[in-house]
């Protein structure tokens, strides 16, 4: 297909940013600007038998692939769909059995390099930008990176050598794995779980603010970009590539370490919001010294960075008895304690360990604690995150349901209706979503 563009969008030169996007016409809050279908996309292993391989609808009933019992489908239209990816995997899981265990990001490259090989035209995903076109930062990569590349090289060699013939050489699969990792999104449902990794090329053609005037959600395996600002002709059009919960040398920390630029947007400029982000304790005897701040941040880092790091306590929730659960929480309550002694709870890095404690005792099923540390979170979320975010809109839709799980109707009723109305400008009033967070509040009727 010819390159057709994005209507009401233009690829530009951005000054000082590379490429990027802008408006060509005006965009009111919560109107589509664009939709992209992903280049390639996988499905968490996690979701697998709640969410269709194929199109990653949610439901109950689906059908499982015959040969490997691992993928499952809403049907054959779905299962046949998927089968040109789905084959990669199929006899490889067969045949490895509990030892097929290659990462997210393996086998998304390995899905990506089967469909270039069998497209040749420019793509729906690409309008403005090809995948081909991805920077891949190769020359700022440090070595623990460079030896995660490697490892995922490796990977793909061993899990599919046999099912993809002539894989291409080290260096081109370098040049790749660093494009998936800085341009890759990761789906997510409305209360921000993980349901897989995809690559949206014309999604990744946007540049980052942290105060950013589009929001990025997804409707199966197609993303959705709607404003959430006003948007005018020759406005640029920014996203956020990160959680815009943390203050300005936190968030320019990250976006150093993923994606090698340092931020210079109006809220990193004005740093408007970090006093209320970095809150003190108050009543405390005397002030602390900018010195003990600093190393309660660092103390903090070090601890957010931990639970980052320890990918093996997603596998211990999933997979194991509940004495790792207990641990986890554990962790979190003391950290909350050690920091309590200077930030306040609307504190950012104390809202982050309460966001770790609530989920652990959501896995336990631990309602009432889960609640608990809901309630003391929302409200902060609310002031810290810029309007119509999903983390705000997910943290009131887990209350919701947690307050009518608990048969506190009221409060439950209220918490969706705050959530339905942030998801409506999100997600589109006609996303299945909202619909079905309408039909929660109708059935409380």
């Known amino acids: 297909m010819k390159n057709e563009g994005i ?18 016409r005006h965009f ?26 194929g199109c990653f609808t949610r439901k109950e009933g689906l059908s499982k692939c015959g040969k490997c019992k691992q993928a499952f489908y809403c049907d054959v239209d779905c299962q046949k769909g998927d089968w040109p990816m789905h084959k990669l995997e199929c006899s490889a899981m067969c045949a490895y059995g509990e030892n097929w265990c290659p990462s997210e990001t393996v086998r998304l490259v390995a899905r990506i390099i089967m469909k270039q090989r069998a497209t040749t035209e420019r793509t729906l995903s690409e309008r403005l930008l090809l995948l081909t076109e991805f920077e891949s930062h190769l020359d700022k990569l440090d070595s623990e990176k460079e030896e995660m590349n490697q490892s995922d090289i490796a990977a793909l060699h061993h899990f599919y050598s046999k099912h993809i013939i002539d894989l291409p050489d080290n260096q081109a699969l370098i040049e790749l794995f660093g494009q998936v990792n800085c341009n890759g999104f990761t789906i997510e449902d409305e209360e921000l779980s993980h349901l897989g990794s995809a690559v949206f090329p014309d999604v ?86 900018p010195e003990e701040i600093r190393a309660m941040v660092h103390y903090a880092k070090n601890v957010i960075e931990e639970f980052r790091r320890a990918k093996h306590y997603k596998n211990i929730l999933l997979h ?78 887990k209350l919701g349901r947690l307050y009518l799980g608990l048969e ?38």
């Open 28 to 53: 009111a809050v919560g109107e589509l600007v664009f939709a992209c279908p992903a280049y390639s996309y996988v499905l968490t292993v996690n979701e697998r038998a709640a969410h269709c391989e």
């Open 320 to 397: 194991s008895n509940p004495r790792p659960s207990l641990e986890l929480l554990e962790m979190c309550e003391l950290s909350q304690e050690k920091m309590g002694s200077i930030f306040a709870d609307t504190n950012v890095y104390m809202l982050h360990m309460m966001y770790q404690a609530m989920g652990v005792c959501l896995y336990m099923q631990d309602w009432d604690g889960a609640m608990s540390y809901g309630e003391k979170i929302v409200q902060p979320y609310s002031v810290h995150y810029p309007a119509y975010s999903l983390n705000v809109a997910s943290m009131y839709l």
């Open 204 to 289: 990744a053609l946007m540049n980052h603010s942290c105060s950013p005037n589009v929001i990025v959600t997804y409707k199966g395996t197609v993303a959705e970009v709607r404003a959430v600002q006003d948007i005018n002709p020759g406005d640029e059009v920014f996203n956020s590539y990160i959680d815009l919960l943390y203050p300005t040398e936190d968030r320019r920390e990250r976006l150093i370490d993923s994606y090698f630029f340092n931020c210079q947007c109006d809220e990193c400029t004005s740093k408007s919001k970090d006093k209320a982000k970095m809150e003190i304790k108050k009543k405390l005897s005397s002030p602390p010294e």
């Open 408 to 445: 506190r109707k009221t409060q439950g009723v209220k918490a969706l209706k705050k959530a339905q109305g942030i998801m409506e400008v999100a997600h589109g009033k006609d996303h299945h979503y909202v619909a079905e967070v309408k039909r929660e509040i109708e059935e409380q009727k």
């Open 7 to 24: 209507e009401g969008t233009e690829r530009f030169l951005s000054p000082d940013k590379g490429r990027g996007l802008r408006a060509v």
